[in-house]
């Protein structure tokens, strides 16, 4: 249970939520032209690393869910007096709510009913890939572990091992999942 903590612990630093290693083809291209190279996806895959990585140390860890909660905690704090107040709670939870029913709403326009589904689906296969990451099983995922998690997920997604992944690649991977 520990482990499978942490690892949901992690997984909220990443600001692409869970989102962020299914969706990886399309946010990885670059170029715009709706198909996605490995060398797009590694990229891509780099960049989300470091953004997650939030203390550098080129590990996905405890750490860095502590430096990701202290920031999250100094942007609460608004008068910057130590702690949250019942107001400054609210307030942060309205936004929050506002911003979630909004993106709720623009996405069920654009994607439809089966959202709520693949949404779930994906939370919790993106902790269980995040926790077939740390192949060596200290609790945290290092930079070459989460390149070679999505360099499999890239290949799996390239049906013809082609080094590219095409939009009907894309759509055929998203049935499956």
Known sequence: MKKLSLYAGIMVLSVTSAA??????????SYGNRIVTKAEAMRAADARFAKIDINGDGTLNAADRAAMMAKRF??????????????????????????????RERRMERIGASMRERRQRGRVGTIAMMARADTNG?????????????DARFSKTDANQDGIISIEERQAARKIR
């Open 74 to 103: 100094a942007i609460m704090d608004a008068d910057n007096n130590g702690a949250i107040s019942q107001s400054e709670f609210m307030e942060i939870h309205q936004a929050g709510a506002e911003r979630r029913a909004d993106r």
């Open 20 to 29: 962020a290693l299914h969706a990886a083809p399309v946010k990885a291209d």
């Open 138 to 150: 200290d609790k945290a995922v290092s930079q070459a572990e989460y390149r070679a998690a999505i």
